[in-house]
């Protein structure tokens, strides 16, 4: 019943129109007066759309997925099927190699879910659902098999090789300013304010690929582009309204393919950004769920607790644990209920859709502790299923080792979960980072916190699967918690870039910008300068940066450039030295080739005697600079300048 879907908010209506679509309509002001007259414009509304209901033709809306393909490892597959009344019909499928297994009918009249196996000699093709009622087609709908990319090229993960670039894409790059505002996308861009959208798209993206490929970076993680219909805040994309649809403020799908394959070409890697966790209110299952446990229902609005430990803690009450994955992550992000089995086969459907669709690298998890994790688990062996060499990195944001550990792939965790997650964000060093170069050296303080966090290196299964980072989105910018020392900034990014792991730098952490998080989202989240027309700025080009800029910009491609082509810092083992004097010293070796890393954290020069490290210095006599490629002939002595790094590489 069209009826139904009409529902009376404070502010306005909420409705179908004719086409199924959801609207809002919001009443311009609230006092005595016009809540009469909403009074009567709802009841109007009411009648109207009553009466329409009668009219209201059975159809389909929409199919998720919106196409599939042959080919598949897995031959399941489940299509959502939402439309007006479209559980009173028997959906039959005619097409060689497809079988309609199971048919499945819901609490509401207006899905169904159909359950197809895909035989392995099926031929790409479109073929036609037909909604029947006895022998009368009363609908139908044309559906795509495509045929699946066995380029082997293509699925191949990010490693220890690669150094990861997070961008926001509204704060990026304007690169499209038609695009800015979009009919039927509630938000409109307005940069003036620090949480409202500012226009940033897939086509400032792909504009400054060349710059990413000149920076030295592998692969560009963007926080999520799906559409994120709301009315406020919606820039960031965590309230997805769309899983299966670009923001078309971001683009297109089409062109999310393209910049992918853009990159691809470029030698680039792509990361996308998946929240499963919840989605955004306004998705078009708003007040028309499939079942009533869709999202985790509370007789009133009840936020997670957001301890994300409690779901590894062997002491937890069932009550924090509740709370955790049930509660909801904002009012306007409900929580899925990953434990029906339907939410848990849209979710995995649509990863596997985006990775086949656009041929994608890899995936960041959102929240990745807040679902069920033996969801998550089921969702990541799928995921392996399809694509053996896949990474997914998850935001697993713990304040301690053991706490991150439990979430790596086969983690040896005393309850059995073993999670087959690839690849986790190693936060307890992230913390230590933004910490270490401001403190006096202290028997945990200082450059100490660095060597303590690594030292618990055993919790991991292993080390090197950890994603490394100075700061996100969601925190400080690495320049300000550093109080804006251009020295200390240099000594955070050489650690990042030698120690174990996969580097990921924040967007403008390269040209040295700055964000508080006490300042609100808005400010770690500033436009990149020149990334809009008629920017004062443009610090893409050497020529707009300041001196500072470029110095920090060179020394950065410096060392990611040299990164690349260094396996001993990608793969190598490595060994570090308990912290002395404020001096930190470790070793990466592989396969003959030895790099040698000290970090000098004294407002002073300090000469430092080397006969401690003479088990990692044996059969080497000199060295070179990596950033100076100045000489280093005697390894005996070595001179470190005040608040500094050197980075050598052992020669015989
Ligand atoms: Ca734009």
């Given at each position: 019943?069209?009826f139904?879907?009409?529902k009376?908010?404070?502010?306005?209506?909420d409705?179908?129109d004719?086409?199924?679509?959801?609207r809002i309509?919001?009443?311009?002001?609230?006092?005595?007066?016009?809540?009469?007259?909403?009074?009567?414009?709802?009841?109007l509304?009411?009648?109207?759309?009553?009466?329409?209901?009668?009219?209201?033709?059975?159809?389909?809306?929409?199919?998720?997925?919106?196409?599939?393909?042959?080919?598949m490892?897995?031959?399941h597959?489940?299509?959502l099927?939402?439309?007006?009344k479209?559980?009173?019909?028997?959906?039959?499928?005619d097409?060689d190699?497809?079988?309609?297994a199971?048919?499945i009918?819901?609490?509401?009249p207006?899905?169904?879910?159909?359950?197809?196996?895909?035989?392995?000699?099926?031929?790409?093709?479109?073929?036609?659902?037909?909604?029947?009622?006895?022998?009368?087609?009363?609908?139908?709908?044309?559906?795509?098999?495509?045929?699946?990319?066995?380029?082997?090229k293509?699925?191949?993960g990010?490693?220890n090789?690669?150094?990861?670039y997070?961008?926001?894409?509204?704060r990026?790059?304007?690169?499209?300013?038609?695009?800015?505002?979009?009919?039927?996308?509630?938000?409109?861009?307005d940069?003036?304010?620090?949480?409202?959208?500012?226009?940033?798209?897939?086509?400032?993206?792909?504009?400054?690929?060349?710059?990413?490929?000149?920076?030295?970076?592998?692969?560009?993680?963007?926080t999520?582009?799906?559409?994120?219909?709301?009315?406020?805040?919606?820039?960031?994309?965590?309230?997805?309204?769309?899983?299966?649809?670009?923001?078309?403020?971001?683009g297109?799908n089409?062109?999310?393919?393209?910049?992918?394959?853009?990159?691809?070409?470029?030698?680039?890697?792509?990361?996308?950004?998946?929240?499963?966790?919840?989605?955004?209110?306004?998705?078009?299952?708003?007040?028309?769920?499939p079942?009533?446990?869709w999202?985790?229902?509370?007789?009133?609005?009840?936020?997670?607790?957001?301890?994300?430990?409690v779901?590894?803690?062997?002491?937890?009450?069932?009550?924090?644990?509740?709370?955790?994955?049930?509660g909801?992550?904002?009012?306007?992000?409900?929580?899925?209920?990953?434990?029906n089995?339907?939410?848990?086969?849209?979710?995995?459907?649509?990863s596997?859709?985006?990775?086949?669709?656009?041929?994608?690298?890899?995936?960041?998890?959102?929240?990745?502790?807040?679902p069920?994790?033996?969801?998550?688990?089921k969702?990541?062996?799928?995921?392996l299923?399809e694509?053996?060499?896949?990474?997914?990195?998850?935001?697993?944001?713990?304040?301690?080792?053991?706490?991150?550990?439990?979430?790596?792939?086969?983690?040896?965790?005393?309850?059995?979960?073993?999670?087959?997650?690839?690849?986790?964000?190693?936060?307890p060093l992230?913390?230590?980072?933004?910490?270490?170069f401001?403190?006096?050296?202290g028997?945990?303080?200082?450059?100490?916190?660095?060597?303590?966090?690594?030292?618990?290196?055993?919790?991991?299964?292993?080390?090197?699967?950890?994603?490394?980072?100075?700061?996100?989105?969601d925190s400080n910018?690495?320049?300000?918690?550093?109080?804006?020392?251009?020295?200390?900034?240099?000594?955070?990014?050489a650690f990042?870039?030698?120690?174990?792991?996969?580097?990921e730098?924040y967007y403008?952490?390269?040209?040295?910008?700055?964000?508080?998080?006490?300042?609100?989202d808005?400010?770690l989240?500033?436009?990149?300068?020149?990334?809009?027309?008629?920017?004062?700025?443009n610090?893409?080009?050497?020529?707009?940066?300041?001196?500072?800029?470029?110095?920090?910009?060179?020394?950065?491609?410096?060392l990611?450039?040299?990164?690349?082509?260094?396996?001993?810092v990608q793969?190598?083992?490595?060994?570090?030295?308990?912290?002395?004097?404020?001096i930190?010293?470790?070793?990466?070796s592989?396969k003959?080739?030895?790099?040698?890393?000290?970090?000098?954290?004294?407002?002073?020069?300090?000469?430092?005697?080397?006969?401690?490290?003479?088990?990692?210095?044996?059969?080497?006599?000199k060295?070179?600079?990596?950033?100076?490629?100045?000489?280093?002939?005697?390894?005996?002595?070595?001179?470190?300048p005040?608040?500094?790094?050197?980075i050598?590489?052992?020669?015989?």
């Amino acid at each position: 019943m069209q009826f139904l879907f009409v529902k009376y908010r404070v502010s306005g209506i909420d409705f179908y129109d004719s086409k199924g679509i959801w609207r809002i309509f919001d009443f311009p002001n609230i006092n005595p007066f016009t809540m009469k007259i909403k009074s009567v414009l709802f009841i109007l509304l009411l009648l109207g759309s009553s009466l329409f209901s009668y009219a209201q033709k059975i159809h389909v809306n929409r199919v998720d997925p919106p196409s599939w393909w042959t080919g598949m490892h897995n031959p399941h597959l489940q299509l959502l099927v939402f439309g007006p009344k479209i559980s009173e019909t028997q959906p039959v499928i005619d097409y060689d190699g497809i079988r309609l297994a199971e048919v499945i009918h819901v609490a509401s009249p207006d899905y169904l879910f159909l359950n197809l196996v895909i035989s392995p000699k099926t031929q790409p093709g479109t073929f036609t659902i037909r909604f029947k009622k006895g022998k009368k087609e009363i609908t139908s709908y044309q559906y795509t098999l495509n045929k699946r990319d066995k380029n082997p090229k293509l699925h191949q993960g990010f490693d220890n090789s690669d150094v990861i670039y997070l961008l926001m894409p509204d704060r990026f790059a304007n690169g499209d300013t038609t695009n800015d505002n979009m009919p039927g996308m509630l938000e409109k861009a307005d940069r003036s304010n620090p949480n409202g959208r500012h226009g940033g798209d897939i086509k400032g993206i792909e504009d400054h690929l060349d710059y990413l490929k000149d920076l030295g970076i592998t692969t560009i993680w963007s926080t999520p582009l799906m559409e994120d219909n709301l009315p406020t805040y919606s820039y960031h994309g965590y309230a997805q309204t769309d899983y299966y649809k670009v923001d078309p403020r971001f683009g297109t799908n089409q062109d999310y393919k393209n910049l992918v394959q853009e990159a691809h070409r470029k030698g680039l890697k792509v990361i996308q950004d998946m929240v499963f966790n919840h989605c955004g209110t306004n998705y078009f299952w708003k007040n028309d769920l499939p079942t009533p446990d869709w999202y985790h229902q509370w007789p009133k609005f009840t936020r997670s607790n957001y301890h994300g430990g409690v779901v590894s803690d062997p002491h937890a009450s069932k009550y924090d644990y509740h709370r955790m994955v049930a509660g909801w992550f904002d009012t306007s992000m409900p929580d899925l209920n990953q434990d029906n089995p339907l939410v848990a086969n849209y979710l995995i459907q649509n990863s596997i859709w985006w990775i086949e669709y656009a041929g994608l690298d890899g995936v960041r998890q959102d929240t990745y502790p807040y679902p069920y994790k033996d969801f998550m688990a089921k969702w990541m062996q799928r995921i392996l299923e399809e694509y053996p060499h896949f990474n997914v990195v998850g935001e697993t944001w713990f304040s301690y080792p053991a706490t991150v550990a439990y979430w790596l792939e086969n983690n040896r965790n005393k309850d059995g979960y073993h999670s087959h997650l690839t690849n986790v964000f190693d936060f307890p060093l992230m913390y230590a980072i933004n910490r270490a170069f401001n403190e006096k050296p202290g028997w945990d303080t200082g450059l100490a916190r660095l060597y303590e966090v690594i030292s618990q290196d055993f919790v991991y299964n292993d080390p090197m699967k950890l994603g490394i980072f100075c700061g996100n989105h969601d925190s400080n910018r690495i320049f300000s918690s550093l109080h804006e020392n251009l020295k200390a900034w240099k000594m955070a990014m050489a650690f990042l870039m030698t120690t174990r792991g996969i580097p990921e730098i924040y967007y403008g952490d390269e040209i040295l910008m700055t964000g508080e998080k006490s300042k609100g989202d808005g400010n770690l989240r500033k436009d990149f300068p020149g990334g809009w027309p008629g920017d004062q700025m443009n610090a893409f080009t050497p020529q707009g940066r300041t001196a500072e800029q470029n110095d920090a910009f060179n020394y950065l491609r410096k060392l990611l450039h040299w990164r690349k082509n260094t396996p001993a810092v990608q793969y190598g083992k490595l060994t570090h030295y308990i912290v002395e004097n404020g001096i930190y010293v470790y070793f990466r070796s592989y396969k003959g080739q030895r790099v040698m890393v000290m970090l000098n954290n004294n407002n002073k020069p300090v000469t430092v005697d080397m006969a401690r490290f003479a088990e990692d210095l044996n059969g080497f006599s000199k060295g070179k600079d990596v950033i100076s490629g100045k000489v280093l002939n005697s390894l005996n002595r070595i001179v470190m300048p005040a608040k500094s790094p050197l980075i050598v590489e052992l020669m015989k």
